[in-house]
């Protein structure tokens, strides 16, 4: 059973730091695309960040860019998203979701993922 859970949620002060952290179980892939989607009330979901676990290509939304950094630690199955210098605006709950198997020209091209599986989220808030 694949299972996504998320952790590392939290209330900063705008310009402050957090680290998320996305643990993968129940499934084999060495070309799973893991993303960092977050939604705010009222609005729709969005996808922020997206890396691929077969060569590391990276997407990053416009609104995060330079300030969020996502990577893996592929030998415990962890996705990480840094997000510094954080704004009021990237308050949200955020989630994480992974693609098992991406068309291969995703993974060539750095695109966002479309998500077979999702975690539960966690809270992000960031205060003025």
């Known amino acids: 059973q694949v299972r996504l859970v998320e952790s590392g949620g939290g209330s900063v002060q705008a310009g402050g730091s957090l680290r998320l952290s996305c643990g993968a179980s129940?499934?084999?892939?060495?070309?799973?695309?893991i993303g960092w989607f977050r939604q705010a009330p009222g609005k729709l979901r969005e996808e922020v960040a997206s890396?691929?676990?077969?060569?590391?290509?990276?997407w990053y939304a416009d609104s995060v860019k330079g300030r969020f950094t996502i990577s893996q630690d592929n030998a415990n199955h962890t996705v990480y998203l840094q997000m510094n210098t954080l704004k009021p605006e990237d308050t949200a709950m955020y989630y994480c979701?992974?693609?098992?198997?991406?068309?291969?020209?995703?993974?060539?091209?750095?695109?966002?993922?479309?998500?077979?599986?999702w975690g539960q989220g966690t809270q992000v808030t960031v205060s003025s």
């Open positions: 979701a992974a693609e098992l198997h991406p068309p291969q020209q995703n993974a060539l091209y750095g695109v966002g993922c479309a998500p077979d599986y």
């Open positions: 129940g499934y084999t892939s060495s070309s799973d695309c």
């Open positions: 890396i691929y676990s077969g060569g590391g290509v990276t």
